[in-house]
């Protein structure tokens, strides 16, 4: 049965080993009070990132041991806080947050720092996206990458979580967007989503293409492609321009040859929004809650693909692996969703 209110028993989506969803089971597990400086949240919705398929299968840079409990971005309830809490958050505001694995169950606990105050209009599936796609986005663009109103964007993966949330930001902040992408209905959606031109990048010569409409080339690359979508990406690149690393969803890393920075003058820049959080905390939380504004203001539209109850998780985590795919999908951890078989 599903844990009642007043139970120490939750039910969270375990993985057990990492050869397959065979693996991984929806069970109770014992809920843990809140830590020093930590709040307790009763999990709404999840948005399915890249970074927790990444987590969940022990590809990335944090290997908990098993069974492992993957999510890292969340929108929920605040329940309780734990010693150490003062001001800010409170018990029964709506909140969206990010942490490093354990998002995935009716509850979980963060620090204080990790959590940031929803308006009450927000859509909570929607805002589920902002802690880590989103907020990457901004980091990247705006801290990272510098970019000024009047500049060029070339977005490589346009169509996926990061690089919708890429396109949508840069034209926030005053950019023009160059969308790289492959297929003809992805061109279609990075069209709908706002791209100033679209290139597509499974083509041999797409960097002539991207040529053909910046000729003095671009300003920012953001790239969480690699493989060899990253030199000829380099080489658009105006000088003085940034590249922007933040991963490598085409499988393979690749090598940049030092001359290349060299001769355009040109930056190869690190964005890693759990380092950022890590590092610099109070930096993290602002950008996390500039996100927020701009969402409720209107400028950045977290597309979702697809909302699914938690007891659905493996259809839900299927379609969060299909490339097809666009937009987020979503967990729902609400009390409409289906009860756990007892």
């Known amino acids: 049965m599903r844990p009642g209110k007043g139970s120490c028993i939750m039910l969270a989506l375990r993985v057990h ?24 949240v009763s999990v709404l919705a999840n948005a399915i990132s ?17 069974p492992l409990v993957p999510g890292t971005e969340f929108t929920g309830v605040v329940t309780a806080l734990g010693p150490g809490v003062e001001g800010g958050v409170q018990v029964g505001q709506h909140v969206v947050g990010m942490t490093v ?17 929803l308006p009450p209009h927000v859509d909570m599936h929607a805002a589920s996206a902002l802690p880590v796609t989103y907020a990457t986005a901004l980091y990247a663009l705006k ?23 890429c396109m949508q ?24 989503e706002g791209a100033d031109y679209v290139v597509d990048v499974g083509l041999a010569e797409w960097r002539a293409a991207v040529q053909a409409v910046v000729p003095e080339g671009v300003d920012v690359v953001v790239d969480m492609i690699g493989d060899s979508f990253t030199e000829t990406a380099f080489r658009t ?44 905390p109070d930096r993290a939380r602002a950008n996390l809650a500039e996100a927020v504004a701009m969402l409720a203001a209107g400028q950045l539209r977290p597309r979702v693909a697809q909302v699914y109850p938690a007891l659905d998780w493996a259809k839900a985590i299927r379609q969060a692996q299909d490339v097809s795919t666009v937009g987020r999908v979503v967990l729902d951890w609400g009390p409409h969703s289906p009860k756990a078989p007892g």
């Open 143 to 165: 801290h990272r990458g510098a970019l000024q109103v009047g500049e060029t964007v070339l977005v490589l993966g346009a169509a996926g979580g990061v690089g919708l949330a």
């Open 101 to 117: 694995g354990g998002a995935w169950a009716e509850r979980t606990n963060v620090p204080a720092s990790a959590v940031e105050l």
């Open 50 to 66: 890249y970074v927790d398929l990444l987590f969940a299968r022990g590809g990335y840079q944090v290997k908990p041991p098993l």
């Open 17 to 40: 080993g990492f050869d397959g969803l065979h693996q991984w089971v929806l069970e109770q597990a014992p809920e843990v009070s809140p830590g020093v400086g930590e709040v307790q």
């Open 169 to 192: 930001v840069a034209k926030a902040l005053g950019a023009t967007v160059v969308a790289g992408v492959t297929g003809d209905e992805k061109m279609k959606v990075a069209l709908q």
């Open 237 to 280: 690149l105006r000088w003085g321009g940034r590249h922007l690393v933040i991963g490598f969803a085409g499988g393979n890393i690749p090598a940049i040859r030092s001359n290349l920075p060299l001769l355009k003058g040109a930056s190869l820049v690190g964005v890693d929004i759990r380092q950022f959080r890590e590092r610099e």
